[in-house]
């Protein structure tokens, strides 16, 4: 039985494992879709993306039942069972940032041609990749088995937040918008959409940061505002 509950174990954190890498690659990949040009490389990237996309999702629903079945059948150690939760709390963040990032790709391909995109593009990467570094850290707390990467990412979420406020506010002084077309200020709402969407990144990857913690430590910090405090 011992053997079995191993295996379990395992083929648990082998299906997370894939899930993780694939999130952080669909995040290195919307990096270059952002900055491609070329109508068919911009095509072939959202291809493998929406192929990853489906897999990410069939992902989410084996963990949850891999999680399901080991925990009735075999009946794990308390330590155990708190790494297991901690796996499927990550989980349901890694597929909502898929979808986030799904979200992201659909945007860009509606206003990559216009002026708007192009003059904002740069500090829009600046903040995407600041959202992944989050995503990283976080995912790293977990697997080397390291607290100090997750209190990192939890107190470097409100960095994020920060910069989608200023980002947008500080474009929109620039523009005299009375003055724009209805596409000019749809642009500006797209715009507004995906910075939305990376920062709830940067979310996700605070609650997978806190997941870790509880696996490492066995504490419960949402909500707490523990690892926020300078």
Not at 125 to 144: C, D, H, P, Q, R
Not at 163 to 169: A, P, R
Request: with cysteine; proline share 1%.
């Amino acid at each position: 039985m011992s053997e079995k509950k191993e295996q379990a174990l395992n083929e648990i954190k082998t299906s997370f494992g894939e899930m993780a890498s694939l999130v952080l690659r669909q995040l290195t990949l919307l990096e270059k879709l952002m900055g491609t040009t070329e109508e068919q490389a911009f095509t072939d990237l959202i291809d493998e993306m929406e192929k990853a996309e489906s897999r990410i999702d069939n992902l989410e629903v084996v963990i949850g039942e891999q999680f399901t079945s080991t925990i009735v059948l075999y009946q794990p150690v308390a330590s155990d069972v708190r790494r297991l939760v901690a796996i499927y709390r990550m989980t349901i963040n890694l597929e909502r940032i898929g979808d986030r990032i799904h979200n992201l790709c659909r945007i860009i391909g509606d206003i990559r041609n216009t002026t708007e995109f192009t003059s904002t593009a740069s500090l829009i990467t600046n903040m995407l990749t600041s959202g992944t570094i989050m995503v990283e850290k976080a995912l790293l707390s977990f697997t080397n088995s390291d607290p100090d990467y997750a209190i990192w990412t939890i107190k470097n979420d409100t960095v994020v937040d920060e910069m989608n406020h200023k980002l947008l506010l500080g474009h929109l002084r620039k523009e005299n918008i009375d003055d724009r077309t209805r596409s000019m200020v749809q642009s500006y709402i797209e715009l507004k959409d995906m910075i939305s969407n990376i920062e709830r990144i940067a979310d996700h990857a605070t609650n997978i940061a806190e997941a870790s913690i509880y696996s490492l430590q066995g504490t419960d910090i949402r909500h707490t505002g523990i690892g926020k405090e300078e």
